[in-house]
């Protein structure tokens, strides 16, 4: 019996390293007993993307070389090449130089499966070639499972980088909050500066007003008598 996991989105290298290697860790987290085998699945209907060919670097950059003695690559798709009247083998023969590496590294280990077959044979016949392939896998590395101190060193990188992402969160809430106060502070500044304003220029108005009444007045009062 084989227990599998599935990393979906791994080769979505737009979302950045960060996203990639918490896969990898989700991964880790769930072989808890080392990997046995590794299936690098590619679809013939598609180019070998630089995505791809990105994750399976980023794949040997994180864990060594020796990974690829692991990795068997499962090509899905197959019924393309019966409609097509074309074998694995030919579509391999033009493939981009960077997918017949791969292989090469792989040790040419690859298999096919069809994804619309509803034959039972042809379907129980393509996952005995798997298993058979995650056999010699294991064989050939005398049944020991890929376990390598990067593994607990991955988790501790990745629980540094949350820790830090966390910070940054943190720190980037309490700037806003403080750019948020000073601008509330301005705002409340000029509001009582224009205030002030407003208020000077009407007790101006008013206080012109009052003089050019009492000036007004005067004019109109009579002339003084001066009695001895």
Request: hydrophobic content about 40%.
């Amino acid at each position: 019996m084989a227990d599998a996991v599935e990393t979906v989105g791994l080769f979505n290298i737009s979302r950045g390293p960060d996203y990639v290697l918490n896969e990898l860790v989700k991964c880790i987290d769930l072989a808890n007993d080392g990997v046995h085998a590794i299936l690098l699945v590619l679809s013939i209907r598609t180019r070998f993307s630089r995505e791809e060919q990105a994750t399976f670097q980023s794949l040997l950059d994180l864990f060594g070389s020796k990974i690829s003695d692991y990795m068997i690559v499962v090509f899905t798709g197959g019924d393309e090449f019966d409609e097509n009247d074309e074998t694995l083998d030919d579509y391999l023969g033009h493939c981009p130089e960077a997918l017949q590496g791969t292989l090469s590294m792989c040790g040419e280990r690859r298999v096919l499966f069809d994804n619309k077959t509803k034959d039972p044979k042809k379907m129980a016949e393509q996952l005995r070639n798997l298993l058979l392939h995650v056999n010699l896998v294991v064989e050939k590395n005398g049944g020991k499972p890929y376990t390598s101190d990067l593994f607990k060193d991955l988790k501790v990188d990745f629980k540094l980088r949350l820790d830090i992402k966390h910070l940054e969160e943190e720190v980037a809430k309490e700037r806003a909050a403080r750019l948020e106060a000073e601008e509330s502070i301005k705002v409340a500044q000029k509001k009582r500066e224009d205030m002030s304003r407003l208020m000077r220029a009407s007790f101006g108005r008013q206080r012109q007003r009052a003089t050019e009444e009492l000036q007004a007045t005067n004019l109109r009062l009579p002339g003084m008598c001066l009695i001895l």
